[in-house]
Every structure is written in structure tokens, then in C-alpha cells.
């Protein structure tokens, strides 16, 4: 007579279906928790309008920015100033109705922003709008 029977082990597997559950949670979490923006990766602090009105976006625009510096960046690639002509003329020149939206930070020379503004008529853009916070 035995006194020990050997039992049929079951294989062990491994149970996923709470570790997806978790990570559809987690997953889930992060898309609603962040957040996308893509005014500090130029380091401008824009000044600040009380009286401002909220204006619809305009649907074929160039953003074109300017730092406390004087740097120049069309999206957010530094240009120079013969670089930032050549592509408000081809903005123009893509769409007539561009609107130019210019983007300096509050410590920026009245200068460069009336250059950015002379450069965007020369180049047949007439629509410029100023962005505040």
C-alpha cells in the first residue's frame, strides 16, 4: 500500500487579463492628464491685454515669434532675417489671405516687432495680429 499518491500538478499559467485592465486604466489616465502646449518651448512671455477681444482662430496663418533677444523663429525654427523673408514671402505666396501671427515676449524692442511688421507688408501680408496672453 502507498502512503503517498502522486497528485497531477496543473501546469501554471499566468493570469493577464487584470494587468491589461490596469494598463487601459493607466493608459487612460495619462491621455486625459496632459498637457500639450507649444508656446514654452520658445521661452516668450507675451504681454498681457485687458481690453482684448476673443477673435476666431485664422485658418491658414504663419506664427512667427520673437524673444527678448531679438532672435526670430517662424514656428519653432530660429530663422534669420534673411530666412524669415524668404518665408513670409512664401506664405504669401501659398495663400494670399495669411494672417501673420506675431508673437513677442513682453521685454522685446518695439523695434524688432515693427521690423517683423514691415517685412509681413512688403510681403503682401496686410492680415497681422498680435498674441497675448
Known amino acids: 500500500m502507498a ?3 502522486p ?10 487579463v ?3 485592465d490596469v494598463l487601459v486604466v493607466l493608459i487612460f489616465f495619462f491621455l486625459l492628464s496632459m498637457q ?3 508656446q514654452q518651448a520658445l521661452d516668450i512671455t507675451p ?5 482684448a477681444a476673443n477673435q476666431a482662430p485664422a485658418p491658414h496663418r504663419i506664427l512667427v515669434g520673437i524673444d527678448k533677444t531679438g532672435k526670430y523663429f517662424v514656428g519653432q525654427k530660429e530663422v534669420s532675417v534673411t530666412q524669415l523673408d524668404a518665408a513670409l514671402r512664401a506664405a504669401a505666396a501659398a495663400n494670399a489671405d495669411t494672417t501673420v501671427l506675431l508673437l513677442a515676449d513682453q521685454d522685446t524692442p518695439l523695434k524688432n516687432v515693427t521690423f517683423v511688421m ?3 507688408r512688403k ?3 496686410d492680415k497681422i495680429r498680435l498674441q497675448t496672453r
Open 7 to 16: 497528485r497531477r500538478r496543473r501546469k501554471p499559467d499566468i493570469n493577464i
Open 123 to 125: 510681403a503682401k501680408l
Open 118 to 120: 514691415d517685412e509681413s
Open 3 to 5: 502512503l503517498y499518491t
Open 36 to 38: 500639450f502646449r507649444n
Open 47 to 51: 504681454p498681457k491685454v485687458e481690453t
Open 18 to 20: 487584470p494587468l491589461v
